[in-house]
């Protein structure tokens, strides 16, 4: 009998021993820089509230969600912007007005060149080779839906000869998506973006719903931002609603461990047997191609 009370001291006392050094270890809200759940929606975007938009390379846009700036320059030094908002490709200056370009580049991070210096971009070699204007119009971040919208925003101001469209595997995943945070609290873009869904007829824009850089700001953000979560398919409610076990640590840190599988890739290769997802992938390419 003495047995029972032993191990009832012994687990009592070993998760409150846990429990404390839980806590000790999230400190600062976090579990090995991942935030812990449940997610604040807000909290990506108070990250960046001293950012000046105005002046930052990327920047929000009221179409597209966000979009290279004017005449920026990236914090890293790497890309520069020109007047227009394409990344400068040394090798091949800016038509004038009128004037058509050999070809122009949309897509995401890939057409971009992140990382990248701009005299070793795609498009700059491409220049070179064949010695002609290739442009780049490539934003990190983007699935091929913003870049579709994008061309559409510009093919009268950039004519040209030939469209290069960009297409990465896992832009079916931004393809579905209204909130950039909701694929994983600690995406470094945290601005709400446009997307299409399917339908009998053409694609049905769903709008991004801030009209300005300030509505980010504002005291009633976030009701504003779960209006996002209706037709998100990364929305998961288990991640982000408050629950009574939430005062312990353990439950807490055991709820972002699951959160942390949930925006791994197995969620990303999910979508590649998810057939809504890939015919609206699929929809969105044979789109912009014609």
Known sequence: M??????????????????????????SGTLGGFPLAPFDPAAPIRAIKGVDLSKAYLTFDRTLGWTVGPSRSAVNGLYRSSPNGLRITPASPEPAAGQRAFAIAYGDSFTH????????????????????????????????????????????????????????PDNI???????????????????????????????????????????????????????????DDWYRPELYESRPEDYLRIARVLRTIKARRATGPESWRALYEKQSAVELSATLLRDFAA
Do not use: W
């Open 113 to 168: 060149c992140d990382d990248v210096p701009e005299d070793a971009t795609f498009q700059n070699a491409l220049a070179k080779l064949i010695g002609k204007v290739v442009l780049n119009a490539g934003v990190p971040g983007y699935g091929v839906d913003q870049a579709l919208l994008r061309y559409r925003s510009h093919k009268a101001i950039f004519p040209s000869d030939h469209v290069i469209i960009g297409f990465m």
């Open 173 to 231: 995943g931004r393809h579905v998506n209204r909130f950039r945070p909701h694929i994983s609290p600690v995406e470094g873009i945290c601005f709400a973006k446009p997307r299409f869904a399917l339908t009998t007829g053409p694609l049905e824009l769903i709008p991004q719903p801030f009209a300005t850089a300030d509505e980010y700001r504002a005291a009633d953000l976030t009701p504003r931002l779960t209006k996002l979560t209706q037709r």
């Open 2 to 27: 003495r047995l029972v009370p032993l191990l009832t001291f012994v687990v009592v006392a070993s998760t409150l021993l846990l429990e404390v050094v839980l806590r000790l270890l999230t400190m």
